[in-house]
């Protein structure tokens, strides 16, 4: 009897084994799932063949407009407005220029329509099956884990319920016959060295698929970070440090005040704020554009974007994961449009869109502004016969010069502009009383009755009729003072040109 109640003690403890191996390796692989949903980077997966988006995060979710449940019965060609020609230019367009992404407009579930950059890489899912992952940034203001895994997870568990319903049918048989103990004691054995093994398969999976999903990752040319908030050491892979010129040994072991120290430090104050934003409201996912000091000493752009991936027993986050990608590029382009749209680009003075910004915030400040300021408004006195005589090239290069001429003439902290043809303003600014102004218009006066040698057989002789109006003896707002200047100025035509009035 004792060798019986020992037997079964074994039995027991064996038993006890296999649901604590059951349940790690159930653990290990809802931790992917995890990952996979909570991840930051906008990500779905698509069946090339049929536009089917098969998969698709709550990053995503949030990003679109849908549910995730939606998003996986629709197809991509729901969301990409391109046509099929615009499609099939792009992709000849990226082959040219040996991109590794495509530049797409996707339509949100609010009918707006954003541009964006999308990465893809094809993935296998199963012998001669391939799906698309593209990972997408909006570029106009990971995904996680794909489906094979959450199949897999939902195969093992059937796995171990059938094993279950297998152990408890043997139960009966177990207790009714004491007498081959021993026999059921080795099929037990042979039973926990099975799942043993299928526990080993299952690690060498899970490994096999975060060492995939680190290759998408490199493939996409992402930048993936992971800060230890108590510690404050910061973990990255090869592609972040590659992004500023160095390798990851270089700046290993990275801290907060290492990071700080890379970044420009006009970004420093915003970058503390929306991190100190995101700890504090901690459902919200950071995302930051900042100035990265490169190895070589110039400036790169850069998306940051994260989330708070773990929390301690009260709550407190201890831990912030996220990518980071290069986007130099994107910024320059935006940076130029920006110029375009507030620079004349003849002259490269401020344009009239410009002139105006800076006076509707110098009315702002005026209530707290003890000083005056002035509007100047120009007229150039012959433009008209020189372009006629000489042709539009003359025409342009004497507008150059102009421009030149007039930034020369008034202070640095003052703005000047070309409204237009060959009408100019300038915007005074901290007027103390109003000869300081008369002084002014007086160095634009002779500065411009100065000869313009521009190649020509005979040098150019033009003058300037200015007008000027003074904040607030001639108005209060912004369209008021414009007029009041450029009635001024009409004045100074009639009374013989190259002259100035200031408005009544």
Same mark, same amino acid.
């Given at each position: ?54 998969? @698709? ?51 949100? +579930? ?9 990465? +893809? ?13 593209? *990972? ?39 207790? +009714? ?53 108590? +510690? ?30 890379? @970044? ?81 680009? *003849? ?158």
């Amino acid at each position: 009897m004792p060798v019986l109640k020992r037997c079964f003690t074994i039995y027991v403890c064996l038993i006890l084994l296999f649901f604590s191996l059951q349940s790690q390796a159930n653990n290990m692989i809802k931790t992917i799932d995890q990952a996979f949903d909570n991840h930051p980077v906008t990500m779905l997966l698509i069946d090339p063949a049929t536009g089917e988006i098969k998969a @698709a995060n709550q990053a995503a979710s949030e990003y679109y407009g849908y549910s995730k449940n939606k998003l996986v019965t629709m197809r991509i060609q729901q969301i990409n407005v391109l046509s099929p020609e615009a499609i099939a230019a792009e992709r000849e367009l990226v082959r040219k220029e040996n991109r590794n992404y495509f530049i797409f407009r996707h339509r949100l +579930s609010n009918g707006s329509i954003r541009t964006v950059k999308v990465s +893809s890489a094809p993935v296998s899912v199963e012998p001669g099956k391939q799906l698309l992952f593209s *990972l997408i940034t909006d570029i106009n203001n990971l995904r996680s884990a794909e489906d094979n895994l959450w199949h897999y997870q939902n195969r093992l568990e059937e796995m171990v319920d059938q094993q279950m319903a297998r152990l408890h049918a043997k139960e009966f048989f177990i207790y +009714s016959l004491l007498g081959v103990t021993i026999l059921s004691l080795i099929s037990t054995a042979i039973t926990l060295g099975y799942l043993l093994y299928r526990r080993r398969q299952s690690a060498q999976k899970i490994y096999q698929e975060k060492e995939r999903l680190n290759d998408i990752i490199w493939g996409t040319h992402a930048g993936t970070w992971a800060w230890e908030i108590v +510690s404050g050491r910061i973990h990255i892979n090869d592609r972040w440090a590659e992004m500023l010129g160095y390798t990851r040994d270089e700046l290993e072991p990275l801290s907060l005040d290492l990071w700080m120290d890379l @970044a420009h430090p006009e970004d420093i104050e915003q970058t503390n704020a929306k991190i100190a934003y995101c700890l504090a409201h901690q459902g919200h996912a950071y995302e930051n554009e900042v100035r990265m000091r490169h190895k070589l000493g110039d400036w790169v752009w850069v998306l940051d974007r994260g989330r708070i991936a773990a929390w301690d027993e009260s709550g407190n986050p201890l831990k912030m994961c996220g990518t980071r990608q290069d986007i130099s590029q994107e910024k320059k382009v935006s940076l130029q449009l920006e110029h375009m749209a507030l620079y004349d680009q *003849l002259t490269n003075l401020a344009n009239r869109t410009l002139f105006y910004n800076h006076l509707k915030k110098t009315l702002a400040n005026a209530p707290h502004d003890p000083s005056q300021f002035a509007v100047m408004f120009i007229d150039l006195d012959g433009f008209k016969q020189v372009n006629d005589q000489h042709g539009h090239h003359i025409g342009d290069d004497l507008l150059i010069e102009v421009a030149t001429r007039l930034q020369n003439a008034i202070r640095h902290s003052d703005t000047c502009a070309r409204m237009g043809g060959d009408e100019f303003a300038v915007l005074l600014y901290h007027i103390e009383e109003m000869a300081s102004v008369s002084i002014i218009a007086e160095h634009i006066l002779t500065n411009l009755r100065l000869p313009f040698d521009l190649g020509l057989d005979q040098p150019i002789h033009i003058s300037c009729s200015i007008g000027i109006s003074l904040y607030p003896e001639n108005s209060k707002n912004g369209k008021g003072l414009v007029q009041q200047a450029d009635n001024a100025m009409y004045e100074a035509k009639k009374s013989g040109k190259n002259s100035y009035v200031f408005a009544r």
